[in-house]
């Protein structure tokens, strides 16, 4: 019957610490909507100020493009005129001369121009997915560490609520006699740490919501609750297909790649300008004279003299001019425009380097991390009931308070141990898909989008 009696109170208190658990959940982390990983990752890629810059960037690469491969019609007209004549009425000359030019672009300058936009626009394309896959990462990553801030609340609520119940039953004992003040004000102190713990973590979690939001690219209440699958998973791909996985996928990669194909083509283009461009024209001068009756009163041949006469003349002219010096190398740019090619192929070089020795030293430490929580998690499996065994051997004054608070402190040490494990796998894990780019279920599936 006893035995009975003390197992109906063991069920009855883990009841109790359950429906006290969820009460403290509740209290702490109720919000109206929870906010899920999906709707989080929509709300960043549709209203991220990045994103947006780097659209805005990728409209006006756009159209470069767009107007680049048309041909320059930008035609120079010359109108020049002129008058001359005498003061005493004699006679006097009129002319008026009309030019039209224009520059004719030679040795592939247009279609250089064009590739030149087009590469420019790629970049810039390359550039916004990065941006996107960078920010995807960055929202991922929080809002996994701040879903485990939420976890940890409730598991330091859930041992605060055991210890309630002990200093209860130690303030009854202090009561009747059984303990002393001093020695009941034990249970009191060790509640008083985990409640100290649980409102640093809430401070943490405030963070943390700052910290996505941040990511997110719009403020978030600190009131917001976080709702998602919380799940330790292993990293099931080897070393060397994440790495590969990574330099396939990365947004810098292709980034960079693009980088170098446009520099490729701006040299075209500094090779097309040492070409000189040939300038035609056409033209028409109209001269008119006129000459009045005195200009002619000397002349014995003319009987009877003349009044007056005029003439006009047009001449029509077309012309082609070259600049000097005939072969303009424009070595200057040419020069840069190589350098740049180098420069943009170091880059490319140092980052491949460098995402390999990243995206290695995040498997390590991923797995490293994941071993020690999965170790942690295992343990706390057994600690939980374990505790409520003890509390009940307490309250039922089968063991004394000092050596409950032993075995207590032993049992809270492992899932304390366990909370700090879970914090470095969900940083391990949230640097794992930055290095990446890609969340864990996709390296464990290959990469697949």
């Known amino acids: 019957m006893a035995s009975t009696l003390t197992y109906r ?34 709300r960043a890629l549709a209203s991220h100020p990045d994103l947006r810059l780097a659209v805005a960037d990728l409209a006006v690469a756009r159209a470069d493009s767009m107007f680049a491969g048309r041909t320059p019609f930008n035609p120079q007209l010359e109108l020049q005129g002129s008058r001359s004549g005498g003061s005493t009425g ?33 970049t810039s394309a390359a550039e916004w997915r990065a941006m996107a896959q960078e920010i995807t990462s960055r929202v991922r990553a929080q809002f996994e560490h701040a879903l485990f801030l939420q976890e940890r609340i409730s598991t330091l609520g859930e041992l605060a609520e055991l210890d309630r119940r002990v200093v209860r ?8 006699g059984s303990i002393t003040p001093v020695t009941g004000r034990l249970s009191e102190l060790d509640l008083l740490r985990l ?21 997110v690219g719009s403020e978030l209440a600190d009131t917001t609750r976080l709702s998602g699958e919380f799940a330790a998973d292993s990293l099931l791909a080897p070393e060397d297909s994440v790495v590969a996985m990574a330099l396939r996928t990365r947004g810098r990669g292709e980034v960079l790649r693009r980088q170098i194909a446009e520099r490729r083509a701006q040299l075209r283009l500094a090779e097309a300008e040492a070409h000189p461009n040939l300038t035609v024209g056409a ?47 424009n070595e200057a740019a040419r020069a840069r425009a ?44 057994k600690v939980r009931p374990d505790l409520v ?13 000092d050596s409950y608070l032993t075995q207590k402190g032993r049992l809270v040490d492992t899932l304390l141990g366990q909370l700090e494990a879970g914090d470095a796998y969900w940083d391990a894990r949230g640097q794992l898909e930055t290095a990446a780019g890609l969340g864990l279920d996709q390296l464990n599936a290959g990469g697949a989008r």
């Open 90 to 122: 004699g006679g006097s000359d009129h002319s008026v001369g009309l030019a039209v030019s224009q520059e004719v672009e030679l040795g592939g300058k247009r279609v250089a121009r064009r590739s030149v936009a087009v590469s420019r626009s790629q």
């Open 389 to 401: 065994l003890i509390r009940g051997a307490y309250a039922d004054g089968r063991i004394p308070l």
């Open 283 to 329: 033209g028409i001068d109209s001269e008119r004279r006129s000459f009045s009756g005195a200009d002619f009163a000397g002349d014995p041949a003319i009987v009877r003299g003349i009044t007056g006469v005029s003439a006009t003349e047009n001449a029509w002219s077309a012309r082609v001019s070259v600049p000097l010096p005939l072969w303009q190398k």
């Open 9 to 42: 109170r063991m069920a009855m208190g883990c009841i109790a610490v359950l429906v006290a658990t969820f009460a403290f959940v509740v209290t702490t982390s109720s919000f109206a909507e929870p906010l899920t990983l999906p709707a989080a990752l929509e």
């Open 169 to 176: 039953a130690s303030q009854a004992r202090v009561r009747d």
């Open 338 to 381: 190589a350098s740049e090619i180098a420069r943009s192929e170091a880059a490319y070089d140092r980052y491949r380097l460098q995402a390999r020795l990243e995206v290695l030293g995040a498997v390590r430490r991923f797995q490293d991390a994941t071993t020690l929580y999965r170790f942690y998690l295992d343990r706390s499996d």
């Open 195 to 215: 409640e100290a713990q649980a409102m640093r973590v809430r401070s943490e979690l405030r963070q943390a919501i700052g910290a996505l939001g941040l990511a």
